[in-house]
């Protein structure tokens, strides 16, 4: 029992050693480790990373196309990185980008809107039609036709404003969608990277968006006018439809004023004929009325230069004057012309005379006047007058004109003077009550 309990003592105690030899070797052993247990809890500092991420790419890419409000970024795809000298890396990089709404462009209206509208011409040209064309339709002859009636004529304002409804409805420009929500368009860039302070830097940014911008020549769908016509089928069915209906009620409206413009013109015509009715009628009172006056002028001439009729008056030249007196014998009337003999004087000498032979145009001139022309024959005369000169000379002659009251007015010269007419005498003379018998003339 003591040998047992020396022994249980004599465990323990050897127990209680080792337990504390153990304890310092473990101790030793953990004063040795410990430094490198302090090591490994130091930071280790990562590698730099060889290519920018998708998100680094994107984000520079966006910011390169920051004014592109019409699509958003979407699937990125990259080339592979070249390596520079200088560690910096050249790469490519595109992107598809998304468009957000429906994109428009303004278009011509489709050619078969003015086909519809082709049906409101006839009646259209009809109403603008020159007067002309509804004078012929009620019988009018050209010769009633001004070159006022040969224009053509405007429309009244309530036809006018209609049609230009019509045109504008007919050629308005339209929406036509050209790109879809969703579609995708394509922007790239060329660049070069390089990592700096835990951040990737980016310059020689080349980018090619053209497909974008082309956008811009596009109307979002946001951005569309209110009501704007859009090109549908149903639009375009719509609209050819309306275009039917405001035909139809312009050929409706222009119809009665097609028939007032017939009417009208029928009234014209009436008019037309009426005024040519009277004018004939006056054209013919006037042509009476100037056949009267002629043959009443005629009438005088003929009377003036009868048979025994006596003219006296004066005669003169510069500063000179004298006596002259035409006595017509015989005279006989012709269908255009009275022809008559007789002589001439001096009036305070008529025992001294000339024979002449006459002959007086019955046309009557615009001032009522008609002319005569004598010529002078052989006979007796004062040589000391001056009028000598012409009673001397072989081509002695008259011309002189007749008035409508019988007066006589002209000229008494020579063939010969032609060229120097101040030669000529001026003579004056007018109807004279018949003389006393004469004496007997002397050749």
């Not at 009267?292 to 005629?298: D, L, S, T």
């Not at 009377?303 to 002259?324: H, M, N, S, V, Y």
């Not at 002449?356 to 006979?379: F, H, M, N, S, V």
């Amino acid at each position: 029992m003591k040998r047992l309990l020396i022994q249980t003592l004599a465990l323990t105690a050897t127990a209680t050693m080792l337990t504390s030899c153990f304890d310092e070797i473990k101790q030793a052993v953990a004063g040795e480790e410990a430094p490198a247990e302090q090591a490994a809890a130091e930071p280790v500092v990562p590698e730099a990373p060889t290519e920018p991420s998708n998100e680094d790419i994107t984000r520079m890419l966006m910011e390169q196309l920051s004014g592109c409000e019409i699509a958003s970024a979407g699937q990125l795809t990259c080339s592979t990185p070249t390596k520079n000298t200088d560690n910096s890396i050249s790469m490519g990089a595109s992107i598809k980008m998304a468009i957000k709404e429906d994109l428009y462009a303004k278009d011509a209206a489709p050619a078969a809107f003015n086909k519809e509208r082709e049906a409101v011409n006839e009646a259209a040209n009809t109403s603008m039609k020159p007067e002309s064309v509804y004078l012929f339709q009620v019988g009018a002859t050209s010769d009633l036709i001004t070159d006022a009636d040969r224009i053509a004529k405007p429309l009244p304002e309530n036809l006018q404003t209609p049609l230009n409804e019509l045109k504008e409805l007919a050629e308005a420009p339209v929406y036509r969608k050209v790109v879809n929500t969703g579609d995708e368009v394509e922007a790239s860039a060329t660049f070069t990277a390089i990592y700096v302070d835990g951040a990737w830097q980016f310059s020689n940014i080349v980018v090619d968006n053209a497909a974008l911008l082309a956008l811009n020549d596009y109307t979002a769908q946001s951005e569309l006018p209110q009501d704007a016509p859009i090109l549908t089928p149903e639009f375009e069915e719509s609209r050819k439809a309306l275009i039917r209906e405001k035909v139809a009620a312009f050929n409706q409206l222009a119809e009665p004023y097609i028939k007032g413009r017939e009417e009208a013109a029928r009234a014209t015509l009436t008019q037309h004929q009426a005024r040519a009715e009277e004018e004939a009628r006056r054209m013919t009172e006037q042509a009476a009325a100037q056949e009267a006056a002629r043959q009443e002028c005629i009438q005088g001439y003929v009377q003036a230069l009868a048979d025994d009729k006596l003219f006296a008056g004066e005669w003169t030249r510069d500063k000179r004057f004298g006596e002259i007196s035409l006595h017509i014998e015989q005279a006989k009337q012709f269908e255009n012309a009275v022809q008559f003999v007789g002589t001439i004087y001096d009036t305070k000498l008529p025992e001294a005379s000339l024979d002449i032979a006459g002959r007086c145009d019955l046309t009557p001139k615009e001032d009522g006047t008609t002319q005569l022309d004598i010529t002078i024959y052989d006979g007796q005369y004062d040589p000391d007058q001056p009028t000598a000169e012409v009673y001397d000379a072989k081509d002695g002659m008259l011309s002189l004109k007749l008035s409508k009251d019988g007066k006589l007015t002209g000229i008494m010269s020579c063939t010969s003077w032609a060229n120097n007419p101040e030669k000529a005498f001026q003579i004056n003379m007018a109807p004279k009550a018949k003389e006393q018998p004469r004496g007997k003339r002397r050749r």
